[in-house]
C-alpha cells in the first residue's frame, strides 16, 4: 500500500490509499533463429505468449513472413503494455536457391554403350527412364525415344533445385542387302545394291561398292553395312 497525503490552505489534512500489485513479469520469446530458402513462401513464426505482436519488415502482427529476396531479416515481438512491456527479437536467414546444371541434351544409338551423366554440383541425384541414381544412362534400357531426365541437388542450407536434358535414342537403320542368290563359277562380276543407298559392302570375294567376283565354287556371306544421318550404324548379310 502507498499513501497520498494532502493539506489543504485551510490546514485540513487528508490522505488516500492506493493498492500496488506487483506481478512477475512475462517475457516476451520470439523463439530461437533460423534460415528458410528463398521458395519456402509463407512463414509463420510463433512467440510467446501467444498474444503477442510481431513486427519488421513486411510481416504481418501475427507472425506471417512471404520470402521474396534473399536477405537476413530481425524480427521483434512484442508482449504486454506500460511498465510490463517486454520485447524479444530473432532472425531469420533467406538462402537462396543452389544453381543447378544437368548438361547439354545429347542423342545416342540404342545400342551405344553406356552413358555418364554428370550433373552441377556433383552429389545430386538423377531419375528418368534407363538412367541410375549416380547418372549412368543406358539406351538400350531406355529404349527408343525421346527421355527427359532429371537432376536433383539438395544443398548444406538443405535447399533444393532441379534440372532437366534430354536424351534422344535413336533405331538403328534397317539395311537391306537383299536375297540369297545362286551364280555361276565364272570370272564374271555381279553386282548387288543395298538399301539404303549410301552403305559399303564387304566379305570374302566382295569389293565396297557391291562387285562380287566368283573365284571359287562354295557359300560365301558377304555384308552391307550403312550408317545413317544420326551416326547409328547396322548391317544385313547376304
Known amino acids: ?17 492506493l493498492a500496488i500489485t506487483v506481478d512477475p513479469t ?8 533460423f534460415e528458410v530458402c528463398i521458395d519456402s513462401g509463407n512463414i509463420s513464426l510463433s512467440g510467446l505468449p501467444v498474444s ?5 519488415s513486411t510481416i504481418t502482427s501475427s507472425g506471417v513472413y512471404v520470402t521474396s529476396v534473399v536477405d537476413t531479416l530481425d524480427f521483434v515481438f512484442t508482449y504486454g503494455s ?3 512491456l517486454t520485447r524479444d527479437t530473432m532472425e531469420l536467414i533467406i538462402n537462396p536457391l543452389p544453381v543447378v546444371d544437368a548438361g547439354l541434351d545429347f542423342a545416342v544409338c540404342v545400342d551405344d554403350t553406356l552413358q555418364t ?36 541437388y539438395l544443398d548444406s542450407n538443405s535447399c ?3 534440372d532437366t536434358r534430354q536424351v534422344t535414342v535413336n533405331a538403328l537403320p534397317t539395311p537391306n542387302a537383299g536375297l540369297d542368290t545362286n551364280i555361276c563359277d565364272q570370272m564374271i562380276g555381279v553386282n548387288y545394291v543395298g538399301s539404303p543407298l549410301g552403305g559399303y559392302w564387304s566379305g570374302l570375294g566382295m569389293d565396297s561398292v557391291g562387285i562380287f567376283m566368283p573365284f571359287n565354287v562354295g557359300t560365301y556371306d558377304v555384308y552391307y553395312h550403312y550408317t545413317d544421318v544420326n551416326g547409328c550404324y547396322n548391317e544385313d548379310t547376304l
Open 1 to 17: 500500500d502507498v499513501y497520498y497525503h494532502y493539506t489543504d490552505v485551510n490546514g485540513c489534512y487528508n490522505e488516500d490509499t
Open 160 to 162: 533444393d533445385q532441379i
Open 117 to 152: 551423366l554428370i550433373g552441377s554440383p556433383l552429389g545430386g541425384i538423377w531419375s528418368g527412364a534407363g538412367v541410375s541414381v549416380s547418372g549412368i544412362f543406358s539406351p538400350a534400357t531406355a529404349q527408343v525415344g525421346v527421355h527427359t531426365l532429371t537432376y536433383y
Open 82 to 84: 506500460g511498465n510490463c
Open 52 to 56: 503477442g505482436t510481431w513486427s519488421g
Open 26 to 33: 512475462v517475457y516476451a520469446d520470439a523463439g530461437i533463429d
